[in-house]
């Protein structure tokens, strides 16, 4: 499943709100957000990028 598809599919669910997320979903909702966070520097931001796609399957 391609990172919108997953978007989509995490938008359309009917499951719970309070429902814990799959790991796709959670990996892809924060690396959507990781550039706003000044938490990490660069090369920690672009470790957890690299992770953070593999776990969302759009790595290359």
């Known amino acids: 499943?391609?990172?919108s598809?997953?978007?989509f599919a995490a938008i359309?669910?009917?499951a719970p709100a309070?429902?814990?997320?799959?790991p796709v979903t959670a990996a892809v909702t924060?690396?959507?957000v990781?550039?706003?966070?000044d938490a990490l520097?660069?090369?920690e931001r672009g470790l957890m990028e690299e992770?953070?796609?593999r776990i969302a399957g759009t790595s290359d």
Request: no cysteine; proline share 11%.
């Open 12 to 14: 359309t669910t009917d």
């Open 30 to 32: 924060l690396r959507a």
């Open 51 to 53: 992770w953070l796609d």
């Open 5 to 7: 598809a997953t978007v």
């Open 41 to 43: 520097t660069a090369p």
């Open 1 to 3: 499943m391609n990172r």
């Open 34 to 37: 990781l550039p706003r966070t």
């Open 18 to 22: 309070d429902a814990a997320p799959e």
